[in-house]
């Protein structure tokens, strides 16, 4: 008697999805992350991932294994998936001069390149956060943060960039680069960050 070749296939791939992890956590490098951790928890164990390329397989049971890996297995077993992840935000600083949204020669001239990298991506969005130093009441540069913000998004817009996808934001004095004593005229705080992602 002949018995059906599905008949045998079931119990095979039961068997090997038994052998197989239930879950695998693999902790990618991250560029300008110089350390980064992830830990990986069961019901019985649990590790922690602190180097680049460690792997936690989470067992069926439970038990959780902690292996090395390499980029080769990582782009052999999963270079496919990390083809279509989207590519990693991009962030640009100009600057502006003082009291309104006039740029510095030095960001009127990395201007072009700035915007050529904004747009090069089809659909992605750009967020522009403008910035002030803390010369002038909070409520006026609340207004010259959001009118920087305003500014650059109108030169993305300009360049071709759909302005469904552009979004300005103005945070005034609240987040400096360089922190300073109340109406202190500071060039580095006087900004606009551009965010591309």
């Known amino acids: 008697m002949k018995r059906p070749f599905h008949g045998l296939l079931a119990p095979l791939l039961l068997t090997l999805a038994a052998c197989a992890p239930a879950t695998r ?22 590790v ?12 069926e049971r439970g038990e959780v294994e902690q292996k090395q890996t390499d980029a080769s297995d990582v782009q052999k077993r999963y ?6 992840q989207p590519a990693a935000e991009q962030r640009f ?4 001069m003082p009291g309104g949204s006039a740029l510095t020669p030095e960001s009127t001239t990395a201007l072009a390149d700035i915007l050529s990298h904004a747009t090069e991506r089809s659909g992605g969005e750009v967020v522009v956060i403008g910035h ?5 009441t909070v409520e006026s540069n609340d207004a010259l943060s959001l009118q920087r913000a305003q500014a650059v998004r109108q030169l993305v817009i300009g ?25 202190v005229d500071e060039p580095k705080n ?7 992602r």
């Open 190 to 196: 006087r900004r606009a960050e551009i965010v591309v």
């Open 132 to 136: 002030t130093d803390r010369v002038g």
């Open 159 to 183: 360049r071709g960039f759909d302005a469904a996808r552009v979004d300005a934001v103005g945070r005034g004095e609240r987040e400096p680069v360089v922190p300073t004593a109340d109406e």
């Open 93 to 96: 600083t100009l600057f502006f």
């Open 79 to 84: 270079g496919q998936l990390l083809s279509v």
């Open 48 to 59: 922690v991932l602190a180097k680049p390329y460690q792997v936690a397989e989470v067992r």
């Open 25 to 46: 956590v693999v902790l990618l490098p991250q560029e300008g992350v110089p350390t980064a951790a992830v830990e990986v928890q069961s019901q019985s164990t649990h």
